[in-house]
Nanobody, 122 residues
């Protein structure tokens, strides 16, 4: 059974940083691209970032480029999202997702974690 467990969310002041982690199990982690998706209060789902199976390619939505960094440690079966210069607009539940191929970009996401809440507020 695929399991994705996010951690690292919390309350942070604007301009500060936060790192999210996603512990993966139940599948061959290094065979798949992974993504982060978020949902702000009262809004729809927004794809944030993706990473290929070996971390060689990364992708970001425009609003987080230059501020967020996605990475993975295949030895630890863990996905990360380093978030810097956080803004109130980044407030959302962040979900770790497994994609259906190696690229981490533009493919179906077939497994989701339960999410971790990030609140950016003074």
């Amino acid at each position: 059974e695929v399991q994705l467990v996010e951690s690292g969310g919390g309350l942070v002041q604007p301009g500060r940083s936060l790192r999210l982690s996603c512990a993966a199990s139940g599948f061959n982690f290094d065979d798949y691209g992974m993504s982060w998706v978020r949902q702000a209060p009262g809004k729809g789902l927004e794809w944030v970032s993706g990473i290929s199976w070996n971390g060689g390619r990364t992708y970001y939505t425009e609003s987080v480029k230059g501020r967020f960094t996605i990475s993975r440690d295949n030895a630890k079966n863990t996905l990360y999202l380093q978030m810097a210069s956080l803004k109130s607009d980044d407030t959302a539940v962040y979900y770790c997702t497994k994609t259906t191929d190696t690229t981490g970009w533009g493919t179906e996401m077939d497994s989701w974690g339960k999410g971790t809440l990030v609140t950016v507020s003074a």
